[in-house]
């Protein structure tokens, strides 16, 4: 699924709706390069304040190692195994390392960092199952580097004064990545117990609370390394059951001789965790065709190199690799469609111009072509055992997965409404497999013009989509469970739309690949 423009939906976009545009320019990949590349160059600052002591040549130093170590060996490594090099990855690995390590000259804590650096790259290839690492390359090779003893991460990112630009940075990532619950869980748990032990040697509630969140790397922990999309479960419970277990592994003190606690030992706990919770690991998909869906959306096909395990309206992600960078980077999700026992795996994308480089892959791929599947997860899904009435309202391509809930069986036997959202009739997507879903189907057309003969023309309320409307059409909305998909901008305004017209169980479909 790819963004697309769609009827408006409320009078004033929300703020959540402008703060989604803004960020649906860049993927997370490149946004947390850019916030991390921003906060070192905050600690510079800080230094020359003298509100840190490291040193403005050590600092440099430190992280020109850093950032040349990581980029150096992780392309070597990806020439060695015949990959593409990921860059913006290697450089997120490089800047996470550079606040884990203390800057410093001293030749041995120099030798320690440098091993860090191309052990991290390492992992990445030696570590991972089915071409994706199992553990976070930054807390792998901090971890491995202290067990040698040439150097011991220190964290140092959880400074006091760093807060100032840390906070918000962790925020925005968290918010663009959907896992502000899932920090919210782990900060909960490691808080509670960390603050417990400070307040048993004497510490008042404030105080102790303030350790825990300005002196500890919490918050550069749950924001940058624990909630790396590529070492998650794919499912939400799974996750937050991950942080609670990592949270609780974090903040209590052990020590097992060579072991003993680290926030990169509990990270990598975790990795395993999440690792072992479900599919992992890359699928080889080789590109079998294309067909127009609309003049501006367009159905890729292909066949897995072995059986794709998913849930109806689960997305995967393809790592589409690409000389010319852009701020979309070269991973992108797309709803998976169809039943999960189909032969082929398909995706309903918007191709209209301007495309992004990791779209003119796929343009440009040719039958018998290859690309790489990263993961597969999402939460878009039915639940289990409720045959309570649904609303399904999507915005532009954002019909493909729910496509893949109507051919899965899903839908059937259960009170449905799908209401689309086109800017033109030949904008609605997927018609003729509607004909046959055997649920209502209704269409909000933005120039007016009829829609399929099939589908339900949406009363005249104009090209935009708010509560009473929607309530005018769906009496009963207040009634259903409410699942929404489309571009972040669409979504948050028809969730909104459907918040004011009584619904009161509203499911999204975000992703963070835009």
């Given at each position: 699924?790819?963004?697309?423009?769609?009827?408006?939906?409320?009078?004033?976009?929300?703020?959540?709706?402008?703060?989604?545009?803004?960020?649906?320019?860049?993927?997370?990949?490149?946004?947390?390069?850019?916030?991390?590349?921003?906060?070192?160059?905050?600690?510079?600052?800080?230094?020359?304040?003298?509100?840190?002591?490291?040193?403005?040549?050590?600092?440099?130093?430190?992280?020109?190692?850093?950032?040349?170590?990581?980029?150096?060996?992780?392309?070597?490594?990806?020439?060695?195994?015949?990959?593409?090099?990921?860059?913006?990855?290697?450089?997120?690995?490089?800047?996470?390392?550079?606040?884990?390590?203390?800057?410093?000259?001293?030749?041995?804590?120099?030798?320690?960092?440098?091993?860090?650096?191309?052990?991290?790259?390492?992992?990445?290839?030696?570590?991972?199952?089915?071409?994706?690492?199992?553990?976070?390359?930054?807390?792998?090779?901090?971890?491995?580097?202290?067990?040698?003893?040439?150097?011991?991460?220190?964290?140092?990112?959880?400074?006091?004064?760093?807060?100032?630009?840390?906070?918000?940075?962790?925020?925005?990532?968290?918010?663009?990545?959907?896992?502000?619950l899932m920090a919210a869980v782990f900060l909960v748990v490691a808080c509670a117990i960390i603050s417990a032990e400070l307040l048993e040697a004497g510490m008042s509630a404030g105080t102790a609370l303030w350790q825990a969140l300005a002196q500890r790397p919490l918050l550069f922990f749950v924001g940058f390394m624990l909630t790396e999309p590529l070492t998650l479960p794919p499912r939400r419970w799974q996750q937050l059951g991950l942080a609670a277990v990592v949270g609780v592994v974090f903040a209590v003190p052990y020590n097992?001789?060579?072991?003993?606690?680290?926030?990169?030992?509990?990270?990598?706990?975790?990795?395993?965790?999440?690792?072992?919770?479900?599919?992992?690991?890359?699928?080889?998909?080789?590109?079998?065709?294309?067909?127009?869906?609309?003049?501006?959306?367009?159905?890729?096909?292909f066949e897995p190199s072995r059986p794709v395990r998913f849930l109806p309206g689960q997305y995967m992600e393809l790592d589409l690799p690409h000389d010319k960078a852009d701020g979309k980077g070269r991973r992108r999700v797309f709803s998976l469609m169809g039943s999960p026992g189909e032969s082929q795996v398909k995706f309903g994308v918007r191709t209209a111009g301007p495309v992004s480089a990791a779209k003119s892959v796929l343009l440009s791929l040719k039958p018998g072509d290859e690309v790489t599947a990263t993961s597969v997860?999402?939460?878009?899904?039915?639940?289990?055992?409720?045959?309570?009435?649904?609303?399904?309202?999507?915005?532009?391509?954002?019909?493909?997965?729910?496509?893949?809930?109507?051919?899965?069986?899903?839908?059937?036997?259960?009170?449905?409404?799908?209401?689309?959202?086109?800017?033109?009739?030949?904008?609605?997507?997927?018609?003729?497999?509607?004909?046959?879903?055997?649920?209502?189907?209704?269409?909000?057309?933005?120039?007016?013009?009829?829609?399929?003969?099939?589908?339900?023309?949406?009363?005249?309320?104009?090209?935009?989509?708010?509560?009473?409307?929607?309530?005018?059409?769906?009496?009963?909305?207040?009634?259903?469970?409410?699942?929404?998909?489309?571009?972040?901008?669409?979504?948050?305004?028809?969730?909104?739309?459907?918040?004011?017209?009584?619904?009161?169980?509203?499911?999204?479909?975000?992703?963070?690949?835009?």
């Open positions: 699924m790819s963004p697309v423009e769609t009827p408006k939906a409320g009078s004033v976009p929300s703020v959540a709706g402008r703060l989604d545009t803004l960020l649906g320019r860049f993927t997370m990949y490149r946004l947390i390069l850019l916030v991390l590349a921003a906060l070192a160059a905050y600690s510079l600052l800080l230094d020359a304040l003298g509100w840190l002591t490291f040193g403005i040549p050590e600092m440099l130093g430190h992280l020109a190692l850093c950032l040349g170590l990581t980029y150096a060996s992780n392309r070597a490594l990806a020439a060695l195994f015949h990959v593409r090099p990921h860059s913006e990855s290697s450089l997120i690995t490089g800047l996470l390392l550079y606040f884990l390590f203390w800057p410093s000259f001293v030749p041995m804590d120099v030798a320690g960092v440098a091993l860090a650096c191309v052990l991290a790259s390492a992992s990445k290839y030696a570590l991972a199952w089915r071409g994706r690492h199992i553990f976070n390359p930054a807390a792998a090779g901090a971890f491995a580097a202290g067990l040698t003893g040439l150097n011991i991460a220190t964290w140092w990112a959880a400074t006091p004064a760093m807060l100032w630009l840390l906070v918000p940075g962790v925020l925005l990532v968290l918010y663009r990545t959907r896992k502000l097992f001789g060579f072991l003993a606690n680290s926030p990169e030992a509990a990270l990598l706990l975790g990795n395993l965790l999440a690792f072992m919770a479900g599919q992992r690991g890359s699928v080889r998909l080789r590109f079998t065709g294309t067909r127009p869906l609309t003049p501006s959306t367009t159905e890729f096909s997860g999402g939460d878009f899904v039915l639940p289990r055992g409720s045959r309570k009435p649904v609303l399904l309202i999507a915005a532009g391509i954002g019909i493909t997965p729910f496509l893949s809930h109507i051919s899965s069986g899903s839908l059937r036997d259960r009170d449905t409404v799908l209401l689309l959202l086109a800017r033109s009739a030949d904008e609605v997507a997927y018609a003729e497999e509607l004909k046959s879903a055997g649920i209502r189907v209704a269409a909000l057309i933005a120039d007016g013009s009829e829609p399929p003969p099939h589908i339900t023309a949406f009363p005249a309320y104009g090209s935009r989509l708010d509560g009473d409307a929607l309530k005018a059409v769906v009496p009963d909305v207040a009634g259903r469970e409410v699942y929404v998909s489309g571009s972040p901008a669409s979504v948050a305004s028809l969730r909104r739309a459907a918040k004011q017209a009584g619904a009161r169980h509203v499911h999204v479909d975000s992703f963070s690949g835009y």
